[in-house]
């Protein structure tokens, strides 16, 4: 038996904490999701959710929202809704309607208002503050229009095995009046079944809204495949493919539970969300897209400081050697150095390819040479999920030089955690996440009139 929220973003935070205190006391997934995402969207300086949303071109906050129940696949939307102060409590009430589940405009206001639900006017003078500056902007330069759109998408399991999903947006800035994104969309924005899992998504609707990747990630995990492997093979392809035919997926990211609480994302994008867990406190995640883990950053740097201790032994700054190891640093990062396509080189004077190039850097240095091969083979087994393969590689290192033996002995320290993001194309989320937020506190959040100013600031910095 376990118990879960995961939220998009980090704004996701402001709701897990306290639906996970109503789940913890035994309450329902319905319950606690609805607890969980009604708290963003109360919060005026989250500027892509609920009250303080961003306007549309018209200068008009318009929402979209969904809720589904994993149990009983009843689920409700609202899309281009104005007015609604809880766009998320509409939609599951629309959730239990025996028809007309999704509502659009004035349709969507109108139930809300007949049902009793709180109507508020959602352009804060901020947003409207934020949406005047842009307005001017766009006029004087040409740029694109649209940014800010980042969907809180939440799931919920509770004790008794039930999961819930919902996504709440004021969608893309600046978009016109009556565009709707995925995020009332079932299959597309989120989609739940409690016998096997949940996912949903945010970032660009017109991208996300191509496939139905969060059904296809529920429909993986039930053949089996974890939450990341289920993402990995859901999405991953499927930006490939957009990519290939010149489509350029704009930002994409996904959060997926299974109903054993194994968990996983997916981004191409930096991407922060929120997980908690049973008794734990809720975290704070960053992932970074392209499986680039902070463990290769470690072995990069270690690669590089060897590098440089090799050029300085080299007298002649002109030689071959000294060219190939001092400007071409990138190369020797790449996970797989083309060994095909030659290029001429200045300097070297000579057309090579990437790999020639970098055994001419290494060759005269054993102990470099040692550090790429390790480098190399690290990343890899972390790019391919091979978790044996990188924990032998971890285990029978052979010292070959002092940076590099240090970063290896702190991969061994810390092992299973290594291991564990072998997993997943997560970052060291909850320290780097905290580490950033004290330096940005420290920078701004100083001499306060009172701790709540404080507070209000913080989340001005980091909604
Ligand atoms: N993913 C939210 C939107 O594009 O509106």
Same mark, same amino acid.
């Given at each position: ?74 689920? #409700? ?39 009793? +639900? ?35 998408g ?27 994104g ?14 096997i #899992?949940?996912?949903t998504?945010?970032?660009?609707g ?15 995990? #039930? ?35 299974r ?122 087994a ?17 010292s ?40 940005a ?6 001499? +306060?009139?009172n701790?709540?100013?404080? +507070? ?8």
């Open positions: 038996m376990t118990i879960a929220m995961i939220g998009t973003w980090r704004m996701a935070e402001t709701g897990i904490t306290p639906a996970m205190a109503e789940l913890r006391a035994g309450g329902s997934a319905r319950d606690a999701l609805v607890t969980a995402i009604k708290a963003v969207e109360d919060y005026p300086y989250y500027q892509s959710v609920g009250y303080g949303g961003l306007p549309n071109a018209a200068g008009v906050v318009e929402t979209d929202a969904a809720y589904m129940d994993g149990d009983t696949f009843r689920l #409700g939307a609202i899309a281009g809704a104005r007015d609604i102060a809880n766009p998320i409590a509409v939609a599951q009430a629309l959730s239990q309607e025996p028809a007309n589940n999704l509502l659009v405009g004035t349709g969507a206001t109108e139930y809300a208002s007949t049902r009793g +639900f709180e109507l508020k006017n959602m352009l804060t003078e901020r947003a409207g503050q934020k949406w005047e500056q842009k307005r001017q902007e766009l006029a004087s330069k040409n740029l694109n229009p649209y940014d800010g759109h980042d969907t809180v939440m799931v919920a399991l509770d004790a008794q095995s039930r999961m819930t999903v919902g996504t709440s947006t004021s969608g893309l800035f600046m978009k016109r009046t009556g565009r709707v995925d995020s009332p969309l079932p299959g597309a924005g989120y989609y739940v079944d409690s016998t #899992g949940v996912a998504a945010t970032g660009m017109e991208d996300l809204m191509k496939a139905s990747l969060s059904y296809e990630t529920v429909r993986l995990m #039930g053949t089996g495949l974890s939450a990341s492997e289920a993402l990995r093979q859901a999405v991953y392809p499927f930006i490939d493919r957009l990519t290939k035919i010149g489509q350029h997926p704009r930002e994409f990211s996904y959060v997926a539970l109903q054993d609480g194994d968990w996983g994302i997916a981004t191409n994008v930096e991407f922060t969300f929120a997980v908690a867990q049973d008794d734990g406190a809720t975290q704070i995640y960053i992932a970074q897209p392209n499986g680039d883990q902070p463990d290769i950053q470690l072995l990069g740097r270690a690669m590089d400081q060897m590098r440089v201790q090799a050029l300085r032994q080299i007298k002649d700054k002109h030689s071959q050697v000294y060219k190939a190891l001092k400007p071409n640093w990138k190369i020797y990062h790449k996970a797989d150095p083309d060994a095909k396509t030659k290029h001429y080189r200045f300097g070297i004077n000579e057309s090579l390819t990437d790999q020639e190039l970098i055994d001419i850097g290494i060759t005269p240095f054993p102990n470099l040479h040692n550090a790429y091969e390790t480098y190399i083979d690290i990343h890899d972390l790019l391919n999920s091979q978790t044996e393969r990188l924990s032998n590689l971890i285990k029978t290192y052979r070959c030089g002092e940076p590099m033996d240090i970063a290896i002995a702190t991969l061994r320290k810390n092992l299973k955690g290594v291991l564990n993001a072998s997993q997943t194309r997560l970052s060291n989320g909850p320290l780097e996440g905290i580490n950033r937020k004290i330096k506190l420290k920078r701004s959040c100083y001499g +306060f009139a701790q709540e100013r404080m +507070f209000e600031r913080i989340y001005q910095l980091i909604a």
